[in-house]
């Protein structure tokens, strides 16, 4: 008989697309594993890259350097698998370029 130390398992929760959240069961997944590990899998779950995802477990965006355990990630446990929103930078220089654009407008209207 296994031991719970060596049956654990870990639920991801994902939810990338339109529809309903995608649930996944990663079996043999010990807790002293990092969350960046995790986010691993659930690239290959998503086929999406790893480094587009975020990983939140009970409303608490996961840090990639920390383990599962020490995150507060218990077995059995649900992981919420996010794409991660447009990074606010980009969008500010989004702005400035429209904004740019419209002042160019303007000087040429008079």
């Given at each position: ?73 218990k077995s059995g446990e649900m992981v919420h698998v996010l794409k991660k929103k447009l ?24």
């Open positions: 008989m296994e031991s719970v130390e060596n049956s654990q398992c870990v639920f991801l929760g994902i939810k990338v697309k339109p529809g309903p959240m995608e649930r996944h069961k990663v079996e043999n997944f010990t807790l002293d594993n990092t969350v960046d590990q995790l986010k691993n899998e659930a690239a290959k779950k998503t086929n999406l890259h790893s480094a587009s995802l975020e990983l939140i477990h009970h409303g608490k965006i996961l840090k990639d350097t920390a383990t599962l355990s020490d995150s507060g990630v990074q606010a930078p980009l969008l500010l220089h989004q702005h400035t370029l429209m904004q740019s654009y419209c002042n160019l407008l303007l000087h040429y209207a008079h």
